[in-house]
């Protein structure tokens, strides 16, 4: 191939089926819409739910399959879709590592899952920002994390805004120039829960792996011609011009790739609304209505759309070094739902602390990634930004916190003034008081680390044995390969030795494969084990 990178237009014979097939697939959507908007207006005259939790949750009714249906849109995105396939096409087998990064994402879902449910239901949270609210009772922290759910979104959203602008304005002849926690919300019972864990478990084998090795499989399929702008539309072409039944099959994954780009943008619009609806524009005006609210949500909803439009059709450097940012800084709120959720006594962090390693890591991410990762974007031993940020994150947060004990000494307390328990006490004293949120609405009593732990009685919660954690955690590590460069040795166009490889596959790529085996079948148990009701009555643990 030559380097060159140059745009591919599908045939007109090649277009006519996709002009049947994507009027039908918006039809269908619009069918949709117009159920959904009924059945919202529904539940809030039933008094089923309020207008917002009926807009942002589904009035929190979502059953098995509709749960599952959502979170595995989620998972098939125009990235997944579209992304890896053209990362393939250009890295080759290097696109696996998306397998062992989503083993840890269905892990994390999973062990995280269960209490983030419990703590929803019995605290009345409308959104994982919301627990961190009532959990740290930190301004400073909450705003913090705010911040690293809707940037990220925002820029996923332009990811499938350019996913969009790449392939399919490049069908047609035009000129061209990512919430898995909201589920845990959203969905009616347990069970519905575990139905969606399943499908984000088992998702990356039939999406990814798919993906990268469609990207493979294009670069023997494009040999000898110019390597084109959009792998993903050359390879279908390819595919398309076998005429019959790959013709159908490849009308079937435009118009998937279509939906897969509408169902992620449709869910990161959503979660992008709800986050500032219900932490910025509800605090400043906490008298307004519900039917304001839902206003607001709206026109925060088209604003975002806006903007995400503005970056997606601007950004020029594809859909791949979108990625490179948003997962980074997404990385950054894992620490403090992590602590939150299992930490308590020592163990435990102030907010400040989480809050300063959270800002440092995102100033480290943003000035790593534009300063020297962005001219390095295809290059495996460029500094990963997301890795090393959450290495950033954990030093600066460990610092404050030793340094906050060494010098204030002061702690976690539910005593009151009097000397006796008090249910209402502010976990950190000391703070000034544009730091404490208001929190009656989540419940008369503070929420504790012991208050977490009692709702959990009865449960088993694998991720709470250390070894099991510890085992999960180098099980997926292991799948990285560690092997010298340049072997065998490429010298004028071709290798000095045949590759070692195993039924046409490299062996380091055959070996991520099996090994992602175990982590995926942990994961897979794990979900096994949850039950699929809560013991105890969910509406009064307090």
């Given at each position: 191939m030559t380097p060159t990178s140059e745009r591919h237009l599908l045939s007109e014979e090649n277009r006519m089926g996709l002009y049947i097939a994507i009027p039908v697939y918006f039809v269908l959507l619009l069918g949709c819409a117009f159920w959904a908007r009924r059945k919202m207006e529904q539940m809030a005259h039933e008094h089923v739910a309020d207008k917002l939790s009926a807009h942002y949750l589904g009035g929190r009714r979502f059953g098995p399959i509709i749960t599952a249906g959502t979170l595995f849109a989620s998972l098939f995105s125009g990235y997944t879709v579209i992304g890896i396939p053209n990362e393939s096409f250009r890295t080759g087998w290097q696109s696996l590592r998306w397998m062992p990064s989503f083993a840890y994402c269905a892990a994390g879902l999973a062990g995280c899952g269960l209490r983030l449910r419990k703590a929803s239901v019995v605290r009345n949270h409308q959104s994982p920002s919301d627990f961190i609210t009532d959990r740290f009772q930190s301004q400073l922290l909450r705003y913090t994390i705010v911040f690293l759910q809707v940037v990220p979104s925002i820029i996923y959203l332009s990811a499938q805004?350019?996913?969009l602008k790449g392939t399919f304005n490049a069908l047609f002849g035009l000129d061209a120039d990512a919430s898995y926690p909201v589920r845990n919300y959203a969905a009616i019972n347990l069970k519905s829960l575990r139905a969606g864990w399943f499908v984000v478990t088992i998702g990356p084998w039939v999406t990814m792996f798919v993906g990268a090795f469609l990207g493979?499989?294009?670069?023997?399929?494009?040999?000898?011609?110019?390597?084109?702008?959009?792998?993903?539309?050359?390879?279908?072409?390819?595919?398309?011009?076998?005429?019959?039944?790959a013709k159908g099959v490849g009308i079937i994954a435009f118009t998937a790739g279509l939906a897969a780009i509408m169902s992620t943008?449709?869910?990161?619009?959503?979660?992008?609304?709800?986050?500032?609806?219900?932490?910025?524009?509800?605090?400043?005006?906490?008298?307004?209505?519900?039917?304001?609210?839902?206003?607001?949500?709206?026109?925060?909803?088209?604003?975002?759309?806006?903007?995400?439009?503005?970056?997606?059709?601007?950004?020029?450097?594809?859909?791949?070094?979108?990625?490179?940012?948003?997962?980074?800084?997404?990385?950054?709120?894992?620490?403090?739902?992590?602590?939150?959720?299992?930490?308590?006594?020592?163990?435990?962090?102030?907010?400040?602390?989480?809050?300063?390693?959270?800002?440092?890591?995102?100033?480290?991410?943003?000035?790593?990634?534009?300063?020297?990762?962005?001219?390095?974007?295809?290059?495996?031993?460029?500094?990963?930004?997301?890795?090393?940020?959450?290495?950033?994150?954990?030093?600066?947060?460990?610092?404050?916190?030793?340094?906050?004990?060494?010098?204030?000494?002061?702690k976690r307390s539910t005593v009151g003034e009097d000397g006796k328990p008090d249910d209402q006490a502010i976990l950190f004293p000391g703070r000034p008081e544009w730091d404490k949120p208001h929190l009656s609405r989540f419940g008369e009593k503070t929420l504790t680390p012991e208050l977490l732990d009692k709702m959990m009685t009865g449960l088993n919660e694998p991720f709470k044995n250390l070894w099991y954690a510890a085992f999960l955690f180098f099980s997926i590590s292991l799948t990285t390969t560690l092997t010298a460069?340049?072997?065998?040795?490429?010298?004028?166009?071709?290798?000095?030795?045949?590759?070692?490889?195993?039924?046409?596959?490299?062996?380091?790529?055959?070996?991520?494969?099996?090994?992602?085996?175990?982590?995926?079948?942990?994961?897979?148990?794990?979900?096994?084990?949850?039950?699929s009701f809560f013991l105890a009555d969910e509406k009064k643990i307090e």
């Amino acid at each position: 191939m030559t380097p060159t990178s140059e745009r591919h237009l599908l045939s007109e014979e090649n277009r006519m089926g996709l002009y049947i097939a994507i009027p039908v697939y918006f039809v269908l959507l619009l069918g949709c819409a117009f159920w959904a908007r009924r059945k919202m207006e529904q539940m809030a005259h039933e008094h089923v739910a309020d207008k917002l939790s009926a807009h942002y949750l589904g009035g929190r009714r979502f059953g098995p399959i509709i749960t599952a249906g959502t979170l595995f849109a989620s998972l098939f995105s125009g990235y997944t879709v579209i992304g890896i396939p053209n990362e393939s096409f250009r890295t080759g087998w290097q696109s696996l590592r998306w397998m062992p990064s989503f083993a840890y994402c269905a892990a994390g879902l999973a062990g995280c899952g269960l209490r983030l449910r419990k703590a929803s239901v019995v605290r009345n949270h409308q959104s994982p920002s919301d627990f961190i609210t009532d959990r740290f009772q930190s301004q400073l922290l909450r705003y913090t994390i705010v911040f690293l759910q809707v940037v990220p979104s925002i820029i996923y959203l332009s990811a499938q805004v350019n996913a969009l602008k790449g392939t399919f304005n490049a069908l047609f002849g035009l000129d061209a120039d990512a919430s898995y926690p909201v589920r845990n919300y959203a969905a009616i019972n347990l069970k519905s829960l575990r139905a969606g864990w399943f499908v984000v478990t088992i998702g990356p084998w039939v999406t990814m792996f798919v993906g990268a090795f469609l990207g493979t499989v294009g670069v023997q399929m494009l040999a000898g011609k110019p390597t084109p702008a959009s792998p993903f539309t050359a390879i279908i072409e390819e595919v398309m011009n076998l005429g019959g039944f790959a013709k159908g099959v490849g009308i079937i994954a435009f118009t998937a790739g279509l939906a897969a780009i509408m169902s992620t943008a449709d869910s990161l619009i959503i979660a992008t609304s709800q986050l500032l609806t219900a932490e910025i524009c509800y605090p400043l005006r906490p008298q307004t209505t519900p039917k304001e609210i839902a206003w607001f949500g709206r026109v925060v909803s088209l604003l975002t759309t806006a903007l995400a439009l503005c970056i997606g059709i601007l950004w020029r450097s594809g859909i791949t070094a979108l990625g490179a940012i948003q997962f980074p800084l997404s990385m950054q709120c894992v620490p403090a739902f992590v602590v939150g959720l299992f930490c308590k006594g020592r163990a435990d962090f102030h907010p400040w602390c989480l809050s300063f390693g959270a800002i440092a890591s995102t100033i480290y991410v943003l000035v790593v990634y534009f300063g020297y990762q962005a001219a390095k974007a295809d290059s495996p031993r460029a500094i990963n930004a997301g890795i090393t940020g959450l290495g950033i994150h954990l030093t600066v947060a460990l610092v404050c916190e030793l340094a906050h004990r060494r010098f204030y000494r002061s702690k976690r307390s539910t005593v009151g003034e009097d000397g006796k328990p008090d249910d209402q006490a502010i976990l950190f004293p000391g703070r000034p008081e544009w730091d404490k949120p208001h929190l009656s609405r989540f419940g008369e009593k503070t929420l504790t680390p012991e208050l977490l732990d009692k709702m959990m009685t009865g449960l088993n919660e694998p991720f709470k044995n250390l070894w099991y954690a510890a085992f999960l955690f180098f099980s997926i590590s292991l799948t990285t390969t560690l092997t010298a460069e340049g072997e065998p040795a490429f010298v004028d166009g071709a290798f000095r030795t045949p590759p070692a490889t195993m039924r046409g596959i490299s062996w380091w790529a055959m070996k991520i494969t099996l090994l992602c085996i175990i982590p995926y079948s942990m994961v897979f148990i794990t979900i096994l084990r949850t039950p699929s009701f809560f013991l105890a009555d969910e509406k009064k643990i307090e």
